[in-house]
């Protein structure tokens, strides 16, 4: 479902109500709640206004969409960026989960990163998602060579290796599988040109052209799509 938001204050209010009440819910569920968000710059403020929310961040896990394969003290550090803008007053008290913890070794870190995904024992409470001009979301991204992998329905595992042919750094990105396990999937976009991109990918049938459409087509798992001009 597609949200028209008035302003990015708009937006930004109504993802935090919505990912307040997913949390909320899910703690009173399973006791805990386990979050997945994503990096670049778009969700720094929507990032300050979630820590204030009132959310019992000591039950929640907060672990990352993709990761760039970079140092932890990296300027394109998703990890780095979540420390600095919503790890911060109460939600200071959520676990986090990196993705990268040995910068080298791509395949270590993906290991490790599902290893620690299964511990959790319950599926993502909500991942929220960005969206690029070229369709994709997380790191699904068009022609790399492990799409096919990552838009498997039944990919085995929660994060794969991802190597964007257009982008800086390898990548560790969750699944299709893993995304549509969520109990519920948030999509953050704003601009024409993203409006467009997104109204696109909406028409039949999904296509590794625009990853993102095979979350917005799909019928498994509720999605809510926030736009602003």
Same mark, same amino acid.
């Given at each position: ?15 935090? $109500?919505?990912? =307040? ?7 009173? *569920? ?6 997945? #968000? ?16 009132? #959310? %019992?961040?000591?039950?929640? =896990?907060?672990? !990352? ?10 300027? &394109?550090?998703?990890?780095? !960026?979540? *420390?600095?803008?919503?790890?911060? +007053? ?10 990268? &913890?040995?910068p080298h070794d791509l395949a270590g870190c993906v290991a490790r990163a599902n290893t620690?995904?299964?511990?959790? +024992? ?10 690029? &001009?070229?369709?994709? =979301? ?10 096919? %992998?990552?838009? &498997? ?21 969750? $699944?299709l599988a893993a995304l549509l396990a969520s109990d519920r999937l948030l999509l953050s ?6 409006? %467009? ?23 498994? =798992? ?8």
């Amino acid at each position: 479902m597609l949200h028209v938001c008035a302003s990015p204050q708009d937006q930004i209010a109504r993802l935090v $109500s919505a990912l =307040t009440a997913t949390l909320t819910q899910e703690i009173d *569920r399973y006791g805990r709640a386990v979050l997945a #968000v994503s990096g670049g710059r778009s969700p720094i403020p929507l990032f300050h206004a979630l820590a204030r929310a009132p #959310v %019992e961040w000591a039950r929640v =896990t907060i672990t !990352l969409v993709d990761e760039r394969l970079v140092s932890a003290d990296h300027a &394109d550090s998703n990890a780095a !960026l979540v *420390r600095t803008h919503l790890l911060t +007053g109460d939600a200071a008290k959520a676990r986090f989960l990196p993705l990268v &913890d040995v910068p080298h070794d791509l395949a270590g870190c993906v290991a490790r990163a599902n290893t620690r995904f299964r511990a959790l +024992g319950q599926p993502l409470s909500a991942a929220l998602l960005g969206m690029g &001009d070229d369709g994709h =979301t997380a790191s699904l991204f068009p022609e790399a060579a492990e799409l096919a %992998e990552g838009l &498997d329905p039944n990919f085995a595992q929660p994060y794969l290796a991802l190597t964007p042919p257009h982008a800086p750094h390898k990548r560790i990105s969750l $699944s299709l599988a893993a995304l549509l396990a969520s109990d519920r999937l948030l999509l953050s976009i704003a601009g024409a040109a993203k409006r %467009e991109v997104y109204d696109r990918a909406c028409q039949p049938p999904p296509s590794p052209a625009l990853p993102i459409s095979y979350l917005i087509q799909q019928q498994q =798992t509720p999605f809510d799509a926030y736009w602003t001009p």
